[in-house]
């Protein structure tokens, strides 16, 4: 069975331009999750789905970050304009009962 | 408001060595789940363990015990007869029973090295 998959693994931009990452979760999961940690910081939650419906927002930064999970499948993470305190792992988990699988993370470095 | 605090940033050990790590929590709920997550140097989480607040026996997997300990709030992971491959941070977590016991909250994590 195929597990979280996030893309890309790692991404370089510059401050203002504009990234979006992808999550995979597994299939017919229907809770998905964005997380993120900032160097050396905790893993902190960004926001929950249910489906294609947010659940949960209540941890994304600011407005320059948006969210979309499609017909309840793939989830995308748009971060625009980029600024350096985004720089950060980015990670990306399904569940189910209470027991959430994690994707690899995308590393994203604002310089 | 829910805190887990991991103290101990980074911890070396010989090889075949015991080591304890380290978790205490803080959270008003009396139903709730404790996890630990290992991220080895490819960066995904692997979840290791989950416990229910109402379980309070200590598990034990090959190598890998946890000691829970209600009435210190803490959810101590020790590895046996340490080895290479355990290098890895280690995460301890919290659930949120407001948000169906899936929202997570996450100590700053310990990074485990183990020297051969």
């Known amino acids: 069975e195929a597990g979280v998959t996030q893309f890309p693994s790692h991404s370089v931009i510059e401050k203002g331009q504009t990234v979006t990452l992808r999550c995979d979760p597994i299939?017919?999961?229907?809770?998905l999750y964005w997380y993120r940690r900032v160097m050396g910081k905790e893993i902190k939650f960004l926001l929950h789905?249910?489906?294609?419906?947010?659940?949960?927002e209540s941890g994304m930064p600011n407005n320059r970050f948006l969210a979309e999970r499609t017909g309840g499948t793939y989830s995308t993470l748009k971060v625009q304009p980029a600024e350096l305190e985004d720089s950060g792992v980015y990670f990306c988990?399904?569940?189910?009962?209470?027991?959430?699988?994690f994707g690899q993370g995308t590393r994203l470095t604002v310089v | 408001a829910q805190k887990v605090t991991q103290a101990q940033t980074e911890i070396s050990v010989v090889e075949k060595e015991d080591v304890t790590l380290d978790c205490v929590y803080e959270?008003?709920?009396?139903?709730?789940?404790l996890f630990w997550y290992k991220q080895p140097p490819s960066g995904e989480l692997v979840f290791l363990i989950r416990r229910n607040s109402f379980d309070e026996q200590n598990e034990i997997s090959g190598r890998y015990s946890w000691n829970f300990q209600k009435s210190t709030s803490s959810f101590n992971f020790t590895i046996t007869a340490s080895q290479v491959v355990d290098s890895a941070v280690y995460f301890c977590?919290?659930?949120?029973?407001?948000?169906?016991?899936?929202?997570?909250?996450f100590g700053t994590g310990t990074r485990l090295t183990i020297i051969p």
């Open positions: 789905f249910v489906k294609e419906s947010k659940q949960d």
């Open positions: 959270t008003r709920d009396t139903t709730y789940y």
């Open positions: 299939s017919g999961h229907d809770n």
């Open positions: 977590a919290l659930s949120d029973p407001n948000f169906g016991n899936e929202k997570l909250t």
């Open positions: 988990a399904s569940s189910q009962k209470a027991k959430a699988f």
